[in-house]
T-cell receptor, first 109, second 113 residues
């Protein structure tokens, strides 16, 4: 079983739609969680950290559910520019933070 | 501020040739450093990580090696490249405790021909 699992998608949504991704993690010692965005042929860039209380940054909301061991990312009012691959990261308990394989999002007109 | 530099950006090498990719970090000390590879359309595969000078841990058996000669320098090498070594190589640093996760270099796109 992979330590961090994501639905690879692609999620194909129209502009203005709301879309949500989940990411499950198996290591209960994980303490810090993050969402990254990766554009085609570019390095991943930090989108947002995920706090226990949940956090929001504009159209993006991240949630953590420790009991069920998953994190989520909600994107409201999707823009064409949101098209990318979204990777989750779980870290804690070792030197090896673990990435999911990523979820591909395609926002179309 | 902390920055990470990785070069070259693009590399085309023949099979059997050597490889050396360099990564340096500025603005921090004693970072944890990582090398990842990403094949086309695939996820990030951790190759090596280092928690200090001279300390290298390998995650997968392969044709590659890594070295950390200085605190903020991490080098990925190969004596003889294989076609399967083609991919997007990313260096990253991660400093704990932090809420900023990994910071990645801009990557090297390696094509072995």
């Amino acid at each position: 079983r992979k330590e961090v699992e994501q639905d690879p998608g692609p999620f194909n949504v129209p502009e203005g739609a709301t879309v949500a991704f989940n990411c499950t993690y198996s290591n209960s010692a994980s303490q810090s969680f993050f969402w990254y965005r990766q554009d085609c042929r570019k390095e991943p860039k930090l989108l947002m950290s995920v706090y226990s209380s949940g956090n929001e940054d504009g159209r993006f909301t991240a949630q953590l559910n420790r009991a069920s061991q998953y994190i989520s990312l909600l994107i409201r009012d999707s823009k064409l520019s949101d098209s990318a691959t979204y990777l989750c990261l779980a870290s804690g308990g070792s030197y090896i933070p673990t990435f999911g394989r990523g979820t591909s999002l395609i926002v179309h007109p | 501020s902390q920055t990470i530099h990785q070069w070259p950006a693009t590399l085309v090498q023949p099979v059997g040739s050597p490889l050396s990719l360099e990564c340096t970090v500025e603005g921090t000390s004693n970072p944890n450093l990582y090398w990842y590879r990403q094949a086309a359309g695939r996820g990030l595969q951790l190759l090596f990580y280092s928690v200090g000078i001279g300390q290298i841990s390998s995650e997968v058996p392969q044709n590659l090696s890594a070295s950390r000669p200085q605190d903020r320098q991490f080098i990925l090498s190969s004596k003889k490249l294989l076609l399967s070594d083609s991919g997007f190589y990313l260096c990253a640093w991660f400093k704990t405790p932090t809420n900023y996760g990994y910071t990645f270099g801009s990557g090297t796109r390696l094509t072995v021909v």
